[in-house]
């Protein structure tokens, strides 16, 4: 069946450090790979898509890599800050079809200061 | 602010009861989702609506309905209501879903319904 993991276990790291979030996919093939944030009893908010051609991505402090053959995206965030706290889903958009983006149950990241 | 405007934020009913989940999506956005969050469970995809017509459905209950209107804004009907259908409702919008471009979704703040 499809499935789409991310680490249940928060992510701890330092302000200023790289915080690095991995989402690893089986039993699917994505067009896309959305990565979202979602802040505590809020929506989620887009932040960057990387389609399945491309290798890696980049937005200000945020870079995405996906590797269609290890099936996994990592998601780096560099020069951490206490507001990058937040949960971050990934979010798989499946070729063909209705393009439904279907989410990972996200990775908890907490920066301290 | 996404743009996407979900109503009400919060709702407490008893069990057996029905209730509408309001959402009005980004202006210019013909294609709305419906996702339902809960702890055990994540971010599960109900149903898309696209300018009116049902498009896809996810793991939506036959006790719930969804439905797109003439103006795009869509409604999320919850019949029959159980203890377990406690959750964060989601309304997301995007530009359509045939798109082969920017396909990612804006998400409203959400309902939290609460089952008693």
């Known amino acids: 069946s499809q499935k789409i993991e991310q680490n249940s276990e928060a992510l701890n790291i330092q302000e200023g450090k790289t915080a690095t979030l991995t989402c690893n996919y089986t039993?699917?093939?994505?067009?896309?790979l959305q990565w979202y944030r979602q802040d505590p009893g809020r929506g989620p908010v887009f932040l960057l898509l990387?389609?399945?051609?491309?290798k890696e991505k980049r937005k200000e402090r945020l870079k995405v890599t996906f590797d269609t053959t290890l099936k996994q995206s990592l998601f780096h965030i560099t020069a951490s800050q206490p507001a990058d706290s937040a949960t971050y889903l990934c979010?798989?958009?499946?070729?063909?079809?209705?393009?439904?983006?279907?989410f990972g149950r996200g990775t908890s990241l907490i920066v301290h200061p | 602010d996404s743009g996407v405007t979900q109503t009400p934020k919060h709702l407490i009913t008893a069990t057996g009861q029905r209730v509408t989940l309001r959402c009005s999506p980004r202006?210019?956005?013909?294609?709305v989702y419906w996702y339902q969050q809960s702890l055990d469970q994540g971010l599960q995809f109900l149903i898309q609506?696209?300018?009116?017509?049902?498009?896809a459905k996810g793991n939506i209950l036959e006790r719930f309905s969804a439905q797109q209107f003439p103006d795009l804004h869509s409604e999320l009907n919850l019949s029959s209501l159980e203890l377990g259908d406690s959750a964060l409702y989601f309304c997301?919008?995007?530009?359509?879903?045939?798109?082969?471009?920017?396909?990612?979704?804006?998400f409203g703040q959400g309902t939290r319904l609460t089952v008693v």
């Open positions: 997301a919008s995007s530009v359509g879903p045939l798109s082969g471009g920017r396909t990612e979704a804006f």
């Open positions: 039993n699917y093939s994505p067009a896309y």
């Open positions: 990387i389609r399945e051609n491309e």
């Open positions: 979010a798989l958009v499946p070729s063909g079809g209705s393009y439904i983006p279907t």
């Open positions: 202006s210019g956005d013909l294609s």
């Open positions: 609506y696209y300018n009116g017509e049902e498009r």
